[in-house]
Every structure is written in structure tokens, then in C-alpha cells.
């Protein structure tokens, strides 16, 4: 296993052109030189739209099913099923919680059977023959012959699998193949390194970056759902979808493609049991123990389990996340029901949840090209387990912000604790008198959280996976907003008037605890340098 300090470094001087091409060796010390992001290739900017259109299908189709499934079409916010907000709530979190969980079995058949490129290809495919489903069935005419019902549960399947492997950075990390750090010289004379680390942070940054303007998608669509129609808002989605394919195949020999093999699972499995029967030292599982105290053969070698250790330390630092996804996914759901209740001054109240990606897409340069840049000038090493803390913080305070508005809620007439319930909301259309656009702090603390959490938390995934489980580490990661979706879902007994105070209460109090526990158990591992593998 070789470390980011360990790796042979045969420095190349490259002009401030920055090709990147070897002129001669390194005189100075390295640790002299300021590290610096690479050239970023452009298989990584194709990658990114393609991440950017399936986030815009998603997005698009996602962000009027809240509406869609609460509301019925005599509503003051127009909708098809009616089936009110803690069943909307829930057949949401299920679609999110099957989409993201998705993405392990996705994982499996990328690594041992299709290969990374072909898995996310036939993915698209099926996430836009979902798209197509869900945009056919909400016409008018198919609304009252009755097939939305069935299209709707149709589409929600096809849509969740096939985001599971069209939403995974797999193929976006695996672009930059550099691993040789190459000194430059800038345009004032200053030598300056590449660093490896810095380069897959910034470029997922980017990647996060060009997902939130994707996101912007449920801009459009939610305004088109309510001033023309359901139908018209999913026929965005279809589109993007449909374009998302174009690079994939136009540009298919210029992505580096890694060959399915073997999977590893069954020895890592094995090598799990192995070390667990050690007393839960993995270095037990080494074939030299194995060989000494059991005179037992193993296939795996000394290197294997040490690069399946540093793929356990990430999933262990994962394992607090379904907590933040559990607090973020209130932006899907219940913080549009919240909207719902309060004046909206003509703009639907599933449109105000494009502040979280308006906010991302302004705030990710302010913090990846300016906060991060600072600190490395300053050599301050703002390292992943501190950067997620920070995070959590801020997850944090946006949720008891939302507990403090939910009580101005409860505290404004004419219903009170029961908005668009009482007989002066003349049958639920005058909401509370106050305004749907106090949630801006909460959207805005909420990108920042993602900000800190999402793209280190991705980047941290690929950073400790070893070679052979990438796909399988970066699926855990993301499966941990599915177990969030899921968690959401235990929640739906308290999702309703007048107990969202307690709920949102309670979040607030749970992000806290964990922000505190995350810190305590995981910030020791800022005190070296990432293992890049």
C-alpha cells in the first residue's frame, strides 16, 4: 500500500503551458514548494455533465412529487393523488432510499460483470425510460382513464434503479490517473508542486458544483407544474435525459475505461471473519499469523489486508452519515409541505427548494477556490474529518432554525397549530400569515453543510478505497442516504400539525449529539496526510 508520502516521486519541471511533461529532475526540497491542484483532463468536465443532466432528470422529476402525490387536483396547491403529506412523505424517502441503497448491487455489477462505463450507460438508459413513463401518464387524459396510479409506481422503480449507478462518481474519479507529483513554474517564477490530493478534491468540487446546476432543474419544473402543468414540467427531465446519453457515447473512447474482474468480496468477506476471530485486529487475518497460529493458507496477501483496512476505516467514518442525509432530505418533503403553509406571495412552495442548489452554486467557488486555497497558502491543514465537522455544524444549525420557524408557524393566525385545517382558512386556502421566505437561512446552512459533507465525504471514499473496491467503498457511501431515506420514514408518526416542533426539535438535537461524536471519534485522523491508493 503506498502513501502520498511513500509514493516514488519523480518530480518533472513543467512550463507555465502546463502540459505536464517530464524536463527535468527536481533540485529543491519538495516540501519547500507549495502544493498545487493539476490540469484537470477533459474526460472529468464530460463526466461532470453527466453527472449535471442525470441530477437535472432527477431533480426535475423528483421536486413536484411531493405536490403531486399530497394534493389533490381541487387543492390550492395543485396536485393528482391527494393522498396528504405523511404518504407523499413516504413514498418520497422510499424512492430516495431505493435509488441511493441501489448503488451497492450497481457497484458489483460494475466491478466483476459490465465494466464502470457500460453499468452507468445502461443505467441512463433505464432512468430515462422511467422519465418517459412518469411524463406519459401525467397527461390529462391519462390522469382520467386511471393510469397514473400504476405509471406513477412504474416509473418511481425504473427511475430510483437506474439513478443508482447514473448518480456515482465511479467513473468521474477514475479520470485523473495522475500519480506523480510534477513541479511547475507560474507565470510570476514561483515553482509550485501538483498534489494529487488537492487535484481529486477540487475535482470534486466541481463535480459537486456542476450537480447543484443541474439542480437547478426543480426550478423549472415546479413552476411549470403549477402555472401549466404536470406534464409539461416532466417533459424537462425526458429531455435531459435523453441529451445525458449524447457524451457518453459520442466521447466513449476518450474515458478511461478500467476491465470488470474477480470480485473481492468473498476473500474480503472472509478476511472480515478471519480478523474478527483475531479479536478484531484485522493484521490478524495476515497470512503470516494465519500461517503461524492456525497453519492455515490464505490467498490473499500482507498488501490486501492492509488496503482493506484503510477501505473499513471510510466506511467506519460513514456510519454516523444516514443522520446528516436524515436531517438534508427534509428539503425533499417536509420542508415543502412547511412552505405550503405559509404565505407564498404567488411562487409555489416547491420552488423556494432551489435556494439550496442557487446557494451551492454561488458558495462551492467561494470555499473551493478561496476558503481552501487560503488555507493551503497558510499551510493550515483543513483536513476531511475536519471539513465534515464544520458540516454537521452548520447541518445543525439550519435545523433548529427550522424548529424556530415551524413555532412562528404554529403562532401565526388563522390556524395556528393547525395550518389550512381550521374554518378560517376558507378549506385550506389561506395559509398562515407569514412568509414562505424565512426558509432562505435554511437552505442556505444546508448547502454549506453539503458543501463540507458531500463532496469530502465522496472524496474520502475514493481517496481511502483501494484499487479493487473504489466502487464498492464509494456505494457505501452513498448507500448511507438511502439508510437516511429510511430512517426519514420512521419519522412519519410525527410528520404531521402540530407536532413538527417536536420533530424538527428533535432532528436538530440528534445532528448535534452526532457533530459532537463525529469530531471526538474521527478527528484524530486529520493528523496525517490521506492515504491516496
Known sequence: MRTSDDIERQLVLTSNENKGEPQSQLESNEEDLLPVVDDVPIPVWLIAFVGAAERFGWYGATSPLQNYIQHSPSSSVPGVFGLREATATNIVNAMMAAGYLATIPAAAVADTWLGRYRTILISAVIQLCGSMLLFATSFPRAVEAGATGGGLAAAIVLIALGSGACDHPWLHSSQYPETIPKVKVLKDGRKVITDRELTIQYIYNVYYWMVNIGG???????????????????????????LLVVPLLAWRHTFVRRAPSDSILPQAGRAMVYGICEGFQMD???????????????????????????????????????????????????????AGQMVNSGVPNDTIKSLNPISSVFLTPVISRGLYPFLTRRRIRFGPMARITVGFLFLTLAMIYTAVLQKMIYSAGPCYDHPLACAASDHGHIPNQISMFLQTPIYVLGAIAEIFCFTTGTEYAYNRAPKSMKSVVQSVWMATAGVGACLAMAFTPITKDPHLVIMYSSLAGVMAVTTVLFGVLFGKHDR??????
Open 216 to 242: 437547478l432543474s426543480a426550478l423549472i419544473t415546479t413552476l411549470l407544474e403549477k402555472y401549466v402543468g404536470y406534464w409539461v414540467a416532466y417533459l424537462i427531465p425526458l429531455c435531459m435525459m435523453g
Open 528 to 533: 496525517k496526510k490521506t492515504v491516496l491508493l
Open 284 to 338: 490478524g487475518a495476515k497470512p503470516g499469523t494465519q500461517q503461524e497460529k492456525h497453519q492455515r493458507q490464505v490467498p490473499w496477501t500482507d498488501t490486501f489486508i492492509d488496503e482493506l483496512k484503510s477501505g473499513l476505516l471510510a466506511c467506519r467514518v460513514f456510519l454516523l452519515f444516514p443522520l446528516h442525509w436524515l436531517c438534508l432530505n427534509q428539503t425533499f418533503n417536509n420542508l415543502i409541505s412547511q
